[in-house]
């Protein structure tokens, strides 16, 4: 049950990552005069049917289209610009702590020596294949919570590109003096962006800490047993 809900979390966070996109897209592009505009043929439109209401399939559809389909359609085009962002991001904070990095490099390549040693395949074992070792070793929570942290971190990264052009586009929208208005909004969709982006980054690098230290116990204990079996 936990592993449908963490399935079902996925397409939710994808979809409230297309709507926020979408009002990003909404707030840029439509102005006062343009809604009211398209109130207005809205209006027209209603009046030029004479009362008659479309079926209901084909409201249904509509319906379906525009608040689901359309929505995560939107989400799922905006996510490779997001990735490149974001790793070009991360790629630039992992240099402000070389030291750091180093040592959860280290830990890193330690679980990925334990578990070829292990299996006894010389190939590259990516994180996700780390997390099909803990699920070999019967630890479903331990895995649980790991793919739930992965989701949400994925879920922030994916959001902060957005949600920070939401607040300049918004302050830029409502500031009425023209000379400034950019400059401001600009400036603080930055900060945001940027503060984000280094939260993110920081739950992603303990994120992986998590994970690599929970094969290494794994497998230190799977042989453990395996050599109290034999």
Excluded at 129 to 156: A, C, G, N, S, W
Aim: hydrophobic share 55%.
């Amino acid at each position: 049950m936990d592993r449908k809900i963490n399935a079902a979390r996925t397409y939710i966070f994808e979809y409230v990552v297309g709507v926020l996109w979408l009002i990003d897209l909404g707030v840029l592009t439509l102005d006062r005069p343009t809604a009211v505009d398209f109130a207005r043929l809205v209006r027209d439109l209603g009046v030029a049917m004479g009362g008659a209401t479309p079926p209901t399939f084909v409201t249904g559809f509509m319906l379906a289209v525009a608040g689901v389909v359309l929505p995560y359609c939107t989400g799922l085009a905006f996510n490779p610009v997001t990735y490149i962002v974001m790793n070009g991001v991360y790629a630039v904070q992992r240099k402000w702590k070389p030291a750091a990095n180093r040592s959860h490099e280290d830990l890193g390549v330690c679980a990925v020596a334990r578990v070829r040693q292990f299996v006894g395949v010389d190939a590259p074992v990516s994180l996700t294949f780390r997390l099909l070792m803990l699920l070999k070793y019967r630890q479903p929570r331990v895995v649980d919570h790991l793919i739930r942290t992965r989701d949400e971190v994925l879920f922030r990264a994916q959001a902060i590109l957005p949600v920070s052009l939401l607040f300049g586009t918004t302050l830029w929208r409502n500031i009425d003096v023209n000379a400034i208005a950019f400059p401001v909004a600009a400036s603080v969709g930055i900060i945001v962006f940027i503060a984000g982006a280094y939260d993110v980054n920081v739950a992603l690098n303990h994120w992986i800490l998590d994970l690599n230290n929970a094969v290494l116990v794994s497998v230190k204990g799977e042989q453990a047993v395996s050599k109290v079996s034999a």
